[in-house]
């Protein structure tokens, strides 16, 4: 029986045997293969199908009911009755079964020598929703769902230009998932997209998971605490940055797109501050990036000063500072630590509990844990502020990944503090920017325009000046046509 | 092997974040400290050296006390060391603002005692130097201190208020140090003293190198600072003869008795130039300019009229030159350039550089020659 299911010239058999070896050889007795015999004029023919792979009303109208009101049972009848484009004709057990997985039903003709697949798979999916991690005030709202078409479909909207270029690929052996690699073939660099379809190419898994897990997989450094490849949920995130020149993948079942490559300012940057007027745009953006470096630097610069530098403490915080210090039984180091581990965890818990748990978590944990601990005396009240500022401006970065790691790296730089004081802090900036001026996003330059320095991209990174002063693509994206548009004379 | 070397080096770097930090600069956790923020010194009948440390007080229960530790020994380390043992805080140095030294050690010299704070890298150089005539212990002592945390920061503010208000010249431990070293200007030192329980400055020490030989009032100072600093916004009360403008004045205050008149001039500013016109017989001429804004007179008169004006200016010139000739005429008998002609001098020998006694010997036989001019150039809304 194994031998016969394998070999090519499998048909014809009996529709019993078809069935019987589906059932037993190729899904394991799964109790949900249906099937119905049909007989038309002496000749007998089988529907194998799926029940939950199909939309079952479509099978019985489209299909079961037209072989059987069928004048004659063969395949060019039937295919000319039923209504759906792209039926198959297979010859092998074992395609058939893998058409089976993909919601094709099945229909087979005793003593024929194939098979007929039709495909009426039953794809469940939501509605396209708002954006949820990455939200805006303004601008629009709508986020990618977990289907492809629905996403690519997005896109061509927003892109309506002939030279979006489609590549797909076919990723993961166990679980093959279909990966869309998207550029505008005009403006991408080409090294750019060759470089991503090499990647793509030579990627060998046995499952993709998610958008995000494919990142892992294909970044530059995946040992490194920053992301280099940029996740979106946001749909006109990722056509700008497609116009911008950059690169962007689209994985099944995913509900966020990937976008490289990508410099580390761009983890700063919101589709909204171009929506908005230049000036707020740019005063967003600078405060952004303040937002970043205090988010970093307060905690370990108390720690730092309280345990080592009373000397840089103006006169009248010093004063405030050690009336709130004398009754902290810990070190700087240890209060610091148990502040930020508690915050962390009133995150952590507010974003696993439902929403309106989580509203209450917020304040428990907030209002109540931190005035208690203050009364306490666990912690100094002058340090609650201070962590609660840097857990604040945290979460002022737009990308979920990037804040995370904004929120993360802060604890070794606080150790180092509390060991080793401002050379510990120093150290570990140094630290810092010798790994961010190493990094690179798809073999470009990730501490762009920083580092190479490129002045000429500071009109839309650090800030975001009028258009008619930035009419240029980033330089650093190294893009075929650098204008925009050309400057009116004006 | 590169797995086994990260690991290795992974291993050594978090072998050395726990065996560095002993061969650091020791923990100053704050709770723990007794902050230094004012030191006075005085010479007790044994001859001992007498200091009064001020430390910030962290106990949020006591509000309003200053930490007060007396401690005596034979040199300022010891009297430190000797204070530390006095203290449940490590008494450490490094807010530093005043160092406050009693008449006692002003009249031998104080440079001795400001040599140890050089050596203490902990020590800011901005902290401010100052004298007084009472014991320093006593003017520590002072219990009314404003709103400040403690008496060492409210002397700290008082002198720093002053020199911004241009009101004296500034003497943090730097700029003393420099007209120390520095032959032909002689640093000037506040004088504080208490009235009341309350520490103020109405007097300047004028120093000879690092002993206190002579005081100076406030409106000394003013002369002083014309000739030695450059004002932004100075603010002086002139007195003066009240006859030349007697037919300016207007009827109704005619029958005033008095016969001086005040005036205060207002966002003053100068520019003024010496120069040694004759090396051999020590002749300076100084011109000074002067433009101010008058906003109070003691009698009302029409300063529309420039005439009045004119009266004014030329009465404001022949007082300060009076005034600055009497200052200049102290200073030479107590033999301390204040104003620093002496640095003039060197500058104008070169090749050889002034050493403090030869000025010391040329100094009283200067002859100065002053010519102010001013020039009013608003009389604001008050008429």
Known sequence: MKRRSRQSNYFPCKVETLQQDLFSDFFNSSPDLASKKVSVEGKTAIIIYMDYLVKEEEVFSHVTTKIQEAKQLDYQTIESDIPITDIMELKTLDEIGGALLEGYVCVYIEKEKSSLVIPVPRIDQRKPGKAETETLIFGPRISFSESIDMNMNFIHKRLDTKTLTVEKFIIGDMIPTEVRLLYLSDIANDEAVQEMRDRLNSLKIDDVLESSALTQYIEDNSYSIFPQFLVTELPDRFCYSLKEGRVGLLVDKSPSGVIAPVSFLSFFQTTEDIYTRWNMGSFIRLMRIVAMFLSITLTPLYVAALTYHYEIIPDALLVSLGHSRSRVPFPPLLEALILEFLIELIREAGARLPTKVGQTMGIVGGIVIGQAIVQAGFTSNILIIIVALSALASFTTPSYLMGSAIRIIRFPLILLAGFWGFIGLIFSFAFIAIHLVKQRSLSFPYFVPIYPFQPRDFDNSFLRLPFLWSNKRAYSNRPKKIRRFQKPNR | ?383
């Open chain 2, 1 to 383: 092997m590169v797995n086994n070397r990260k690991i290795i080096f992974v291993f050594i770097s978090l072998l050395s974040l726990m065996i560095i930090p002993g061969c650091g600069h020791s923990k100053n956790v704050i709770e723990e400290l007794g902050v230094a923020s004012a030191y006075g010194l005085d010479i007790n009948e044994q001859q001992q050296l007498d200091g009064t440390t001020v430390l910030y007080q962290f106990n949020p229960d006591i509000t309003n006390a200053s930490q007060i530790i007396r401690s005596t020994g034979e040199t300022f380390s010891m009297v430190r060391s000797n204070a530390n043992k006095k203290s449940g805080y490590k008494i450490v140095n490094g807010k530093l603002d005043t160092i406050l030294f009693g008449p006692t050690i002003a009249k031998q010299g104080i440079v001795p005692y400001l040599d140890t704070i050089e050596r203490d890298a902990a020590i800011s150089n901005m902290l401010y130097v100052t004298m007084s005539e009472e014991p320093a212990r006593d003017i520590l002592s002072a219990s009314n201190y404003e709103e400040a945390p403690n008496i060492g920061v409210y002397l700290h503010s008082l002198v720093d208020k002053s020199v911004r208000n241009e009101e004296i010249v500034s003497s943090t431990f730097h700029e003393f140090m420099r007209s120390y070293y520095r032959a032909g200007r002689e640093p000037l030192v506040p004088i504080i003293s208490i009235k009341e329980n309350k520490a103020s400055i109405d007097k300047v020490g004028i120093m000879h190198g690092d002993t206190h030989v002579g005081n100076l009032s406030l409106d000394e100072v003013f002369l002083v600072r014309l000739i030695r600093d450059k004002f932004q916004s100075g603010r002086i009360n002139l007195e003066m003869d009240i006859e030349p403008f007697k037919q300016y004045i207007e009827e109704s205050q005619h029958n005033s008795r008095k016969d001086q008149m005040y005036v205060v001039l207002d966002k003053l500013k100068n520019n003024t130039q010496i120069k040694l016109t004759n090396v051999d017989d020590l002749t300076y001429k100084v011109n000074v300019n002067l433009n101010a804004r008058i906003i109070e007179t003691s009698q009302q008169m029409t300063l529309e009229n420039p005439k009045v004006v004119k009266i004014l200016e030329q009465q404001i010139n022949k007082k300060l030159e009076e005034d600055l000739k009497t200052v200049l005429k102290k200073s030479q008998q107590i033999n301390s350039d204040v104003f620093g002609f002496g640095v003039k001098y060197n500058n104008h020998t070169r090749g050889e550089e002034l050493t403090r006694e030869q000025w010391q010997d040329l100094f009283p036989n200067i002859e100065v020659d002053y010519n102010v001019s001013t020039e009013i150039k608003r009389f604001g809304t008050v008429n």
